[in-house]
């Protein structure tokens, strides 16, 4: 079965610094895709970033970038000039097939920005 | 603005009464599921459905939850009888399968059984 580990449950950063927060994963799928979704305190979950397996190249979107290492399963998810916006918690999931659409969730680690 | 709909938001009741939450999927997706979100479990998949057929619901206890889309623009999820363990955040979710299969997550319903 496939896990899904996010090994910081609490993390801060000061404003305007960079933080990284990791998530690995377990499977014997070659095709699949990771996700980062956000839960600020208002509870509404929000795509941060996808990435499909089969594409080398790390996705980015804006402040947001992953380093996804295939072969380590690792999928870390990079903040760049956090903002106090990005007080969160941070989901790492995993989709096994693009038939499924099921996800499987990570733990999740809280985020606090500092100001 | 497309988003998923979800009521109520909150919702107290008393162990062994009826509950039922509601959401209306973004218009168009033809898969919607049903979360719920504890501390001790973190985000559990309870039901899935696609074009309004239940497509998995291994996550859901069967004796007293029950999901199901009278149409497209509706799903409910049913407890019956309430208990206080299944106080939680209960969110549903709908998507578009074979795009990008990203999710868009509703508000959440807050479900306090005492």
């Known amino acids: 079965a496939q896990t899904v580990t996010q090994s910081q449950p609490e993390m801060s950063v000061q404003e305007a610094e960079t933080v990284t927060l990791s998530c690995t994963y377990d499977?014997?799928?070659?095709?699949?895709?990771l996700f980062w979704y956000k839960q600020p305190p208002s509870r509404q979950m929000i795509l941060v970033i996808r990435q499909e397996a089969y594409k080398q190249q790390n996705a980015t979107e804006n402040r947001f970038s992953v380093n996804f290492q295939k072969a380590a399963k690792s999928f870390s998810l990079k903040i760049s000039d956090s903002q106090l916006g990005d007080t969160a918690m941070y989901f790492c999931a995993f989709m096994k097939s693009p038939g499924t659409y099921k996800y499987i969730f990570g733990t999740g680690t809280r985020l606090k920005v500092l100001a | 603005d497309a988003r998923v709909t979800q009521t109520p938001r909150h919702k107290v009741t008393e162990m062994g009464q009826e509950v039922t939450m509601r959401c209306q999927p973004i218009?168009?997706?033809?898969?919607v599921f049903w979360y719920r979100q504890t501390m001790m479990q973190g985000l559990e998949l309870l039901a899935y459905?696609?074009?309004?057929?239940?497509?998995?619901d291994s996550g859901m206890p069967k004796d007293r939850f029950s999901a199901e889309m009278p149409d497209a623009t509706l799903a409910t999820l049913k407890i019956q009888p309430s208990e206080p363990r299944d106080s939680a955040v209960y969110f549903c979710?709908?998507?578009?399968?074979?795009?990008?299969?990203?999710?868009?997550f509703g508000p959440g319903t807050r479900l306090t059984v005492l």
């Open positions: 979710a709908s998507g578009l399968a074979g795009l990008v299969y990203e999710q868009f």
């Open positions: 459905f696609r074009n309004r057929a239940p497509l998995d």
């Open positions: 218009l168009g997706h033809n898969t």
């Open positions: 499977t014997s799928e070659n095709n699949y895709y």
